[in-house]
């Protein structure tokens, strides 16, 4: 059985509906083109966005002070056993030359923490001094007020070595907590040892 001959007319339209699902079909393909371009485009300026907004912490810079024991087994026992974060710090870089039996933690904003070990006794430590105890350590607290400095030293009495935690004023309990923690750790505790009552 022979197939039906199709007119010219009929062959013309044929001819012409190809083209036509082809120009139907063009512009999604288009669409897609243009889309995952911008789709990258579109992420790659998200990730900048959020990278910008990433805080870039410097080392921080410790200027040196009298610490005889620096270098003595509780220091070096102490620095071991140090955390990496107290609450909302972490722990810092420091910038050479650091001093030794020094560490730092930052926040995303503001003064750092700063741990000293080490130091000699402080001058205004005395027989009638009022000490706070945190988790079994014996602190001295050092207001910075009286010199306008937002912050406070505490320093642990009763061990072998003395040890000063220096924390900004409003950072709550949790750095004096850790420091405990790590003191109670490696150090065993002494005795007291303050000044003489200052005469009147």
């Known amino acids: 059985m022979s197939e039906p001959e199709h007119t010219p007319s009929e062959q013309t339209e044929q ?7 082809k120009e139907k079909r063009s512009p999604a393909l288009i669409a897609t083109a243009i889309a995952l371009p911008v789709a990258l485009v579109v992420g790659v300026i998200a990730a900048a966005a959020i990278a910008g907004r990433t805080p870039v912490t410097e080392p921080v810079g410790l200027g040196p002070v009298q610490a005889p024991a620096a270098q003595s087994a509780e220091c070096n026992a102490l620095m071991e056993n ?29 003064e750092p923490v700063v741990l000293r070990c080490g130091l000699e006794r402080p001058p205004e430590f005395h027989q009638a001094s009022v000490l706070n105890v945190v988790d079994g350590v014996q602190w001295f607290e050092i207001s910075g007020a009286a010199q306008g400095i937002d912050a406070s030293t505490w320093y642990a009495v009763d061990r072998g ?14 750095p004096l907590q850790d420091a405990s923690a790590a003191i109670s750790a490696s150090m065993p505790q002494k005795p007291l040892d303050p000044a003489p009552v200052p005469n009147p």
Do not use: F, K
């Open 161 to 174: 070595v003395y040890v000063a935690l220096t924390v900004p004023n409003g950072s709550g309990p949790t």
């Open 82 to 110: 140090l955390p990496e974060d107290m609450g909302d710090y972490t722990r810092a870089e420091l910038r050479d030359p650091a001093p030794e039996a020094t560490a730092a933690w930052q926040p995303s904003e503001g």
């Open 15 to 21: 001819h012409r509906a190809e083209p036509q699902e």
